[in-house]
């Protein structure tokens, strides 16, 4: 006896109704969500739109709005469609092109390391070596640095280092 209303062979349409069901339902979804699939634009930068190289070892967003980019050609400034390179060879202050390390510090201003552990800070657009005249000895130790609101705390080859933006100097330690 039959009490379907749909009649003899329904059972046939059940695994076509659930793969409907299916395909449809991630589309309805996506149509319910606040954003468009449009909204979201993804870019790749190589070489041939700027970059001085293909690779990137560090990224940070500057105080001045600017991406930054830290490589081992140089550091990059990226304003959302340009690349602007800073090179030992266009900007003297840099004492090499080879940075693997980059953060903004204490004093919110752009830092960046080389890979022989030479530091570099950017600060009100102009780039300074942060060596023996600021106090520092030795070179960085390319490891995690400690900051807080007042102070930036990074290893040397000759002990500790602690920035101090107030007084724009480095003190260094031999323990903490």
Known sequence: MNHSFLGQGWERLIPI??????????VELARAQPWAASEFVFSQWNVDQGLPVNSVTEMVRGTDGFLWLATFDGLVRFDGSRFTVFSAATTPELPGNRFSMLFAGPDKELWAVTEQGEVVRRKNGRFARIDARYGLRGRHVPTERVESSTTLVFPTTAGAALYRPEADTVVMTTGL
């Open 17 to 26: 109704l659930v793969a409907i069901t299916l395909l449809w339902a991630p």
